[in-house]
C-alpha cells in the first residue's frame, strides 16, 4: 500500500525531535478512540482515567457557516488539526485557504459526565476562534465573521473548563467555527484536546512552562555570549549568536503558548503579529552572520551579506504597519527560500570547517543537524505538507544552543589558555629585560667608577705639561687634552649620577637658595653663551630658599641652563626667572631658540636621546633633571610659546627642619 512520502517524512521527524504536546492519560497508555462521521464515543469510558484526549479524524465541516443548524448536513467530514485547504479544497473547489468554517463534533459521553469537570483545549488555529457547547458560546479568541472587515482576528487559541447540567443525555455537541480571511494558509490547524478539567489544565501547564523554560533557557544563553563579545570586542560569533539566541527567545514568548500575553496584556494582536514575523526574519541576518564570522569563507563574503541584506529589508518590512497579516503571510512563503539559502550556507562553511580541521567544527555540524531538522519541519508545517507543531523548532534550537554554547566556551577557553601563556612568556620577558637593565646599570656605574682614575690622570698630566712652559704646539696639544677630558670627565659625571638617581638615593636635605643656584648655572655656562653672544638674564627675589639637596637642584638646573644655550641661535637670549606660590615654587627657564618639534617633546625627558647628532653631549642632560625633580616630589614640563623653548620646573614648599 502505497501511503506517500509527506506521512513518512513527518513520521521521521517526530521521531528525531519528539512531540511536546502530552497526549497520554494520567494513569498510562492512550486509548483507542477514533472521530467517526463527526461523532466520537466515549461512552464505555472511564471519566477518572480519561486524561486529554487529542481530537483527530472526521469532525463535521460546514464551509462558510458561522452558526449551522443543529440538523445541516455538512459539506464534508476531515480533520481539525489540519489546514481545511490541505484538508477538503482538493475535492472541494469551493474551499479556499481564505473564508470562514464551522467544525462540529458530537460526543457522546457516560452516564455519570454531570459528575465531573470536563475541559476543552485549542492550539494556534489561523485566525479568530470561538468555541460553543451545544450551542451556547464558551470561549472567543477574536470574534469570527464573514469578512476582514467584520473579523476581529486573534491566533484561534485558547481553554474553557466546564461542567454538564445535571439534565444532560450524556450528549456533547461541540462546535469550533474558525474565521482567516485573509491568510494564505487556511483556518484550522492546530491541535485540540478533550478531557477532564484536570488532564486539560495540565497539559496547559506543561506546555505553558515548556515554552517558559525554552525562552528562560535561550535568554539567559543569548546574554551570556553578549556578555563574552564584552570580554574579547574580537570574537563578533559571540555577538551574533547572542543576537540570534535572544531573538528566538522573543520569538517562543510571541508563539506556542503565547506567553506574551501573560507579560504583557496590553500588547495587541497587531503588534503581537508584527513582532512574530520579524523574529523569524531577522532570526535569518543573526544566524547567518554567526555562521560566517564563526567560520569564515572569503570566497562566500559578498553572497552572505547579499543574503543578510535581503533578510535585514525583509525584517524592516515585517514591522510596517501598512502590512497586512496576509501579505506578511505570502512574504513568508517566499521568504522560506531564503532560510533554505541560510542554512546551505552554514553547511557549507561548516562542511570547509571540517576539510580544513578546524577546532569546533564537528561540534557545531551536529548542533546544526538539530537546527536543520526543526526549521525543515517548521517550514514544512507553514507550507501545510505535515501537521503544525511549533514547539520543534524551540526545541531543535536548544539543543543547537547548547552545542554552540559549548563550541564558543572552548574557542574563548582556548584564548584564554593562549593569554595566559603569553602573559607567562611577557613576565619573563619583563624579568630578563630588569636584569638586563641591572646589569647595564651595574656596569655603567663601574665604567664610571673605573674611568674615573684614568681621566685624573690625564687630567694631572696635562695641567703639568702646562705648568713646564711648553711652546705653541704643546700648548695647542695640552689644551685639547684639558678639553677633551673635562668633556669626558662631565660624560662619567652624567652616568654615575643616572646610576645614583634610579637607585633612589637618599637625599641631603639642606636650605637652597634658589636664587643663588640659579646664579652658579648662568655663571657655569656664561663661556658657552660668550662663544655665540648669548646673552643671559636672572629675575628672582632675594631669599627664596627651599628644603631640598644642593648638589643634585644645583645639577638640574644646570643641565636645562645648557640645553637652553646649546639649541640656541647666534645672538640669542636665555633668561632665568623664579616664581613664589604658597605651596610650591617655580623655576622658568627660557631660550630664544628654535624650539622643540611637537613630535620630540616627550621623547626629550628619555635617556640617550639627542635632537640633532651634531650637538654635544650623550643625551642625559634633561632625563637627569626630569628625575632628579621627582625624587624632590615636584616636576618638569615643556611649556608652549610663541618662540623658542620654555621649561617650566615645579618644586614642591618643605618646611626646614628645626
Known amino acids: 500500500m502505497n501511503f506517500g512520502w509527506k506521512p513518512l517524512a513527518s513520521i521521521a521527524l517526530c521521531l528525531l525531535f519528539g512531540c511536546r504536546e502530552s497526549m497520554l492519560p494520567a494513569n498510562g497508555a492512550m486509548p483507542e478512540i477514533a472521530i467517526q462521521k463527526g461523532t466520537l464515543d466515549l461512552r464505555s469510558t472511564d471519566p477518572t482515567t480519561l486524561g486529554a484526549l487529542p481530537l483527530r479524524g472526521d469532525w463535521a465541516f460546514f464551509w462558510r457557516q458561522l452558526q449551522p443548524a443543529a440538523n445541516e448536513e455538512p459539506l464534508a467530514y476531515g480533520p481539525i488539526d489540519v489546514s481545511w485547504t490541505v484538508a477538503f479544497s482538493e475535492k472541494y473547489s469551493q474551499v479556499e485557504s481564505r473564508g470562514y468554517a464551522t467544525y462540529r463534533l458530537r460526543i457522546l459521553l457516560p452516564a455519570t459526565a454531570s459528575h465531573h469537570v470536563w475541559g476543552v483545549r485549542s492550539m494556534t488555529q489561523t485566525g479568530a476562534l470561538t468555541i460553543r457547547l451545544n450551542g451556547e458560546p464558551v470561549l472567543n479568541d477574536g470574534l469570527p465573521g464573514t469578512s476582514l472587515e467584520t473579523t476581529d482576528l486573534k491566533s484561534g487559541k485558547g481553554q474553557v473548563l466546564f461542567r454538564l447540567p445535571d439534565a444532560t443525555t450524556g450528549e456533547l455537541l461541540l462546535e469550533f467555527t474558525i474565521a482567516s480571511p485573509d491568510h494564505p494558509r487556511g483556518g484550522a ?54 543576537m540570534f539566541l535572544l531573538v528566538i527567545a522573543l520569538r517562543t514568548l510571541l508563539s506556542g503558548e503565547y506567553l506574551s500575553r501573560e507579560l504583557w496584556p496590553s500588547l495587541s494582536f497587531q503588534v503581537e503579529m508584527h513582532l512574530g514575523y520579524f523574529t ?42 501598512f502590512v497586512s497579516r ?60 505535515v501537521s503544525s507543531s511549533s514547539a520543534l523548532f524551540p526545541l531543535g534550537l536548544m539543543g543547537f544552543s547548547i552545542s554552540q554554547s559549548f563550541l564558543i566556551y572552548k574557542r574563548f577557553s582556548r584564548t584564554f589558555s593562549e593569554v595566559a601563556l603569553l602573559s607567562a612568556r611577557l613576565r619573563k620577558t619583563n624579568a630578563e629585560l630588569e636584569e638586563m637593565a641591572r646589569v647595564k646599570d651595574e656596569f655603567l656605574a663601574h665604567l664610571s667608577h673605573e674611568l674615573r682614575t684614568p681621566l685624573t690622570l690625564i687630567q694631572g698630566s696635562a695641567e703639568l705639561l702646562e705648568m713646564s712652559e711648553p711652546d705653541e704646539l704643546q ?115 627660557r631660550d630664544s631658540g628654535p624650539g622643540i618639534p611637537v613630535s620630540e617633546r616627550e621623547a626629550i625627558f628619555e635617556k640617550f636621546h639627542r635632537l640633532g647628532e651634531d650637538k654635544p653631549g650623550v643625551g642625559l642632560g634633561l632625563f637627569l633633571a626630569r628625575k632628579i625633580a621627582q625624587l624632590h616630589g615636584g616636576q618638569i614640563s615643556l611649556v608652549d610659546s610663541d618662540s623658542g623653548a620654555t621649561f617650566c620646573i615645579e618644586l614642591p614648599v618643605r618646611q626646614l627642619s628645626r
Open 189 to 242: 490547524g492546530g491541535p485540540v484536546h478533550f478531557g477532564s478539567a484536570q488532564a486539560i489544565e495540565r497539559l496547559n501547564r506543561e506546555g505553558q512552562a515548556m515554552d517558559l523554560f525554552l525562552a528562560t533557557g535561550l535568554l539567559l544563553f543569548g546574554i551570556y555570549h553578549l556578555g563574552m563579545f564584552a570580554i574579547r570586542r574580537e570574537e563578533k560569533a559571540a555577538l551574533y549568536f547572542g
Open 326 to 385: 496576509g501579505d506578511l503571510a505570502e512574504i513568508v512563503r517566499y521568504y522560506h527560500s531564503i532560510t533554505f539559502l541560510i542554512l546551505i550556507t552554514g553547511l557549507i562553511l561548516c562542511g570547509l570547517a571540517l576539510k580544513k580541521k578546524e577546532p569546533g567544527s564537528l561540534i557545531f555540524l551536529l548542533g546544526f543537524i538539530l537546527l536543520v531538522g526543526a526549521a525543515l519541519y517548521d517550514i514544512l508545517s507553514n507550507l501545510n505538507i
Open 280 to 321: 523569524y526574519f531577522f532570526a535569518g541576518v543573526t544566524a547567518l552572520l554567526y555562521f560566517h564570522f564563526l567560520f569564515p569563507a572569503r570566497f562566500l563574503t559578498r553572497f552572505v551579506y547579499v543574503l543578510c541584506s535581503i533578510a535585514v529589508f525583509f525584517s524592516i518590512l515585517s514591522l510596517s504597519p
Open 475 to 589: 700648548k695647542n696639544s695640552v689644551k685639547r687634552i684639558t678639553e677633551g677630558s673635562a668633556t669626558l670627565s662631565s660624560y662619567v659625571d652624567d652616568l654615575m649620577l643616572v646610576t645614583d638617581v634610579q637607585s633612589t638615593p637618599d637625599l641631603q636635605w639642606t636650605a637652597v637658595d634658589l636664587a643663588a643656584c640659579c646664579r652658579e648655572a648662568l655663571n657655569a655656562v656664561e663661556g658657552m653663551a660668550a662663544m655665540q653672544n648669548i646673552t643671559t638674564h636672572l629675575d628672582s627675589p632675594e631669599g627664596l630658599t627651599i628644603e631640598a639637596d644642593s648638589r643634585l637642584t644645583q645639577r638640574m638646573i644646570l643641565n636645562i641652563a645648557k640645553n637652553a644655550v646649546l639649541y640656541n641661535v647666534p645672538g640669542g637670549r636665555l633668561s632665568i626667572s623664579l616664581e613664589d606660590n604658597a605651596d610650591k615654587v617655580k623655576i622658568w627657564i
